[in-house]
């Protein structure tokens, strides 16, 4: 099955479908059936579970990025930065690896983005 987003204003995602494979042979048929399924000329572009295009597979509230031809999540924190490769937003600092003993109590990290910590919760 392929999957395609549909961009809206500012490039945002507004809605992800799936598209048999035997009609989306390519991206192109993929969006034109799309636009005659709902009477629109609104734009598609696809997107893949595997990452295989456009780096990270399309959510909505996400945007599509034209420059990198990727698709990327809202910028969780003022202070994370862009990772060019992956396209994806990344704390200032690596989040710590838990213990097994923090993994059984149901323990979890948590941006502090006042303290630019990881917080233990």
């Not at 500012?10 to 992800?16: A, S, T, W």
């Not at 941006?111 to 630019?116: F, I, K, P, S």
Request: proline fraction near 5%; charged fraction near 20%.
């Amino acid at each position: 099955m392929a999957h395609f987003a549909k961009l809206g204003k500012g490039n945002i995602v507004e809605k992800v479908v799936v598209v048999s494979n035997d009609v989306a042979t390519t991206e192109q048929a993929g969006v034109e059936f799309l636009q005659n399924l709902y009477g629109s000329r609104d734009t598609w572009k696809q997107t893949s579970y595997n990452r295989n295009i456009r780096k990270n597979f399309a959510s909505i509230g996400w945007s599509y990025d034209q420059t990198r031809d990727a698709f990327i999540p809202p910028k969780p924190f003022n202070s994370w930065t862009l990772n060019e490769t992956t396209c994806l937003w990344e704390a200032p600092i690596p989040k710590p690896e838990l213990t097994q003993e923090q993994i059984d109590s149901n323990n979890y990290y948590v941006w502090n983005e006042t303290n630019q910590t990881w917080d233990l919760i």
